[in-house]
């Protein structure tokens, strides 16, 4: 891996791109849910979001000028791949061809995502994740992308939060297919573990110059009390969220207690084939991305069946969970949340580096998303966000602490480089550095926190 290390921002196409049925692009799972009555929580869609499709050079140019040297986004795979397989969509090449050209003559490092939760729909109805055919269906994709894009990509990442994405998807139920049921999501999210190695072990095949991850939504998981029930909490919220995911892709195998615990809760294991073992033994990845956000506190599992919540309105609670024979949530009503409830905890991030060090010594970590939503105000033509100044300031911080304390750490990504569909939370939950004027054509202006962000680049020393 390169020395320099990256600073930059992220994004993800259905919620930047829009132009969701243009030059040959395929209908996504999203771009279905977007506009169904299922999706009435805030029922807009990507249609045009951001228009990044349109305006890239213009997002890039003020990402360059913003002193940043790294881009994140995702690729979708309904533009190269409009039917999840097959006829491949010359027109979305293009784009993407155009995209990474345009970060490389900013001297921007491309970072590409293969899978950012918008899968084609075509896939998606003949089961989707649950569907051991989608991992091959991604295998295929991958290796266009590879072989199209991976002389000047150098940072490739396969899938973007297994856990998060199907928690969502299949326990939560607010994404697509808004399914409530654990053991349909560990169902859904082995697949995804598997599609990862098996375009990791396509990659190493194509013999390439670059390095490959995996993006994680990782947490701190922390307990107000040190007893042995909350340590025990603790590890299994560990297991549910972390390690299902990060010992997979580093190490190539599934945690023993983590199997233990589905075959105790009488989850049907029946897709993991021996055959898998080597796909995922042979396909581990050479850096973790992760998303840091929050920390996860919990307690004790006392009673009742499981249930999980979130805070997509922005107003109430925060997110919810009761996960029967595991873990509780927990709250600790004096620290600060945002208004969907998200805690705000910037040492949250110096406790996961150090841990992700104590359980995998050997493998670096870019720090793919960081960032705060909030309701910002564009007030006489300015932005003022001293609350997401704050938040960057203090995880910034907190990383670079780890970093002298002998985490590998390699870069860092703001979520989000500028305004964009916030999922099912709409559009008012914004995180981006610029923000974009969604009732006026999309124009961007950067926000303080831009301006912040620049200087702190400019002044951080090695
Ligand atoms: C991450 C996702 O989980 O969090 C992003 O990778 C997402 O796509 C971000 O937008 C913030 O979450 P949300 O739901 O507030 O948009």
């Known amino acids: 891996m390169d020395n320099k290390f990256l600073w930059g921002s992220a994004t993800a196409a259905y919620q ?28 807009v869609t990507g249609d045009v979001a951001s228009d990044h499709y349109h305006r890239y050079e213009e997002d890039i140019k003020m990402m360059a000028e ?13 533009r190269i791949l409009p039917n999840g397989v097959g006829e491949v969509n010359q027109k ?7 995209l990474i050209d345009t970060c490389l003559k900013h001297e921007i490092e491309p970072l590409v995502t293969l899978y950012h939760y918008d899968l084609p729909q075509k896939l998606f109805e003949k089961g989707g994740w649950e569907n051991r055919e989608t991992t091959d269906a991604f295998e295929e994709y991958a290796k266009v992308c590879f072989k199209e894009f991976g002389d000047r990509v150098k940072y490739w990442m396969t899938i973007n939060e297994p856990n998060y994405d199907t928690l969502c998807s299949y326990a939560i139920g607010n994404y697509p297919p808004n399914v409530q049921s654990l053991s349909r999501r560990w169902h859904a999210m082995y697949h995804l573990m598997l599609a990862s190695a098996k375009a990791v072990n396509t990659y190493r095949k194509l013999g390439l110059n670059g390095e490959i991850g995996l993006v994680s939504d990782s947490y701190s998981i922390e307990a107000l009390e040190d007893t042995p029930a909350y340590n025990q909490a603790k590890k299994n919220a560990d297991l549910f969220f972390n390690r299902s995911v990060n010992d997979v892709c580093v190490y190539g195998h599934y ?17 993991m084939f021996e055959e898998d073992k080597k796909i995922f033994q042979t396909g581990t990845i050479d850096f973790l991305g992760i998303n840091a956000y929050d920390r996860i506190l919990v307690k004790p599992y006392t009673s009742g069946e499981t249930i999980l919540t979130n805070n997509n309105t922005g107003t109430g609670d925060g997110p919810k969970a009761v996960i029967k024979d595991w873990f509780e949530f927990d709250d600790d009503p004096t620290t600060e949340k945002n208004p969907w409830g998200m805690e705000i905890y910037p040492k949250s991030i110096y406790d996961l580096l150090l841990e992700l060090k104590a359980l995998y010594p050997t493998t670096p970590v870019i720090i ?3 960032g705060i939503g909030n309701y910002d105000k564009f007030i006489n033509g300015e932005i003022k966000d001293p609350y997401r100044i704050d938040y960057l300031k203090g995880f910034i911080e907190n990383m670079l602490e780890a ?19 916030s999922w099912i939370n709409g559009y008012e939950k914004r995180y981006g550095l610029v923000y974009v004027d969604f009732d006026n054509e999309n124009q961007r202006t950067p926000k303080e926190s831009y301006y912040w962000y620049r200087d702190f680049i400019r002044n951080y020393e090695e």
Request: proline share 2%.
């Open 16 to 43: 930047c791109e829009g132009a969701w049925n243009e030059d040959g692009k395929g209908l996504s799972n999203w771009d279905v849910f977007c506009h169904s009555e299922k999706n009435n929580v805030n029922p």
């Open 66 to 78: 913003g002193g940043q040297n790294a881009y994140r986004f995702s690729i979708a795979w309904t």
């Open 92 to 98: 979305g090449i293009d784009f993407y061809h155009r």
């Open 255 to 271: 945690p023993e207690q983590f199997i233990q615990k589905l075959v105790s809760d009488g989850v049907d294991t029946s897709y």
């Open 368 to 370: 793919t998303e960081n």
């Open 403 to 421: 970093k002298t304390k002998g985490c590998d750490v390699r870069g860092y990504l703001v979520w989000s480089t500028m305004d964009l569909y």
